[in-house]
């Protein structure tokens, strides 16, 4: 994103342990949704409370949050690299528009239902989605709930490859990998955009603010995936720090995500940076 930090790559949290678990092929294109393990998930770490011009995205603003984060997100090649795919050649602008965004509709509403979704600034000017610890979305429930469900009937067969073999496998392992034994106690920022009008006012600053502030309080890390090489000095100033570089593989270009963790921050170390 232009003048503030350009849009992460979208993970669609844990829905990644559900899709790793799906091991069902039609026409050999994997699929998923098709198994379910109705386990019962660790206790969620508290939300943290409005503050300082962020409020938290109910249900019935759905639309309005996922529409700031299509708009932000309308070139980023990970958000579209299962939209843009070779077996959708003959589709419209319009329609692969409308996908893009019926997508982020899904994601959207999942993380309300069990994550965190914040937002700032007039008319959605900035949208956060984020997985709190503890929490997931590998349940019955909200895939239905949600809509993600549908993801095996409106992805074409390249499309469903590309996300349910090597995108949901990758970021699932990955994350696995760098946070160990604290990938359910961290603190997820998986989309964070910023409409073109809500650019340069500061906007994913308090967002971001608004979650690692209480993640210090907690001792708990923050994890993130970033699809824009101008991203990670931005977020080097918020405390992450990069870990590793992993690539999509199945377009014509290779695509680049880098892992950023940000490690929890004590009060003595915070006054020594501000000073």
Known sequence: MAKTIAPIAVSFVESKAILKSANVRVNDVPTSFTQFTLKQQKPAAPLPLPTDGVRIVTLDEYKEAALCLAEAFA?????????DVPDRAEWTEEERWALHVEILEYVTYAHILKGLVTTIGDDFGAVALWMP??????????????????????????????????????????????????????????????????????????????VTKDADKEGRATYLESSN????????????EHKRTIHLQRAEQNISLDIMVREPVGEMEKTVVKN
């Open 75 to 83: 070139e980023d090649d990970v958000v579209r690299y299962f939209v």
């Open 133 to 210: 610890p503890g929490q997931d979305m590998d349940d019955l429930w909200t895939i239905f709930r949600s809509g993600m469900w549908r993801l095996n009937y409106r992805l074409s067969a390249e499309g469903k490859r590309r996300f349910f073999s090597e995108f949901v496998p990758l970021l699932h392992d990955t994350k696995h990998a760098t946070l160990g034994d604290r990938d359910s106690e961290a603190w997820y920022l998986v989309y964070i955009g910023t409409k073109p009008s809500g650019r340069g006012k500061g906007h994913c600053r308090k967002l971001i603010e608004h």
């Open 229 to 240: 090489a101008a991203n990670p000095p931005i977020y080097r100033k918020f405390g992450f």
